[in-house]
């Protein structure tokens, strides 16, 4: 079953986005013309009034879009390795000391070496899905990855140490 967005004109004001969840639930986002964003919860019984509304700043809005967006992809991830037999993801923290830290991605040749890919990089509150070899390795970085076990494991040891 899809999810139904609806998008309604504001005039004056803004657009907002309605999702309908499965129960029949309305929350929306409201986007204002000036850049402001809220989150507005709808009453069950009445689609047109708006029960609660919560203003949020644009870093906010950012963050929340974040964490909704990684928690999504990990549940695909999640998802792929319930289909793929042997195939794992996993989530590895670029060790401070490693060599690779303030180092392009492209530089590990992670693929190539270990079997293994690199499908996303958490930053903070950051998600950087499909991450191009060039971007730049920093100390706080996880690393979400996909393959073997065999093939995560010779990741890890290779983030942690450089190629044998």
Known sequence: MGVRIEK?????????????????RRVAVVSHRNGARDIALFDPDDPDASTESVPLTEEEAAALANVLGASVMMQQLAGIRDQAAGLFTEQISLPAD???????????????RTGA???AIL??????????????????????????RKGLDALSTLLAHGPS
């Open 8 to 24: 309604v004109d504001l005039p004056g004001i803004g657009v907002r986005h309605d999702v309908v969840t499965a129960e029949g």
């Open 98 to 112: 490693s060599p690779y830290v303030s180092s392009p991605l492209g530089r590990t040749r992670a693929r190539t």
């Open 117 to 119: 890919s690199i499908v």
């Open 123 to 148: 930053r903070g509150h950051e998600v950087i899905p499909s991450p191009t070899p060039d971007v730049v390795f920093q100390p706080s970085d996880t690393l979400v990855a996909v393959g073997t």
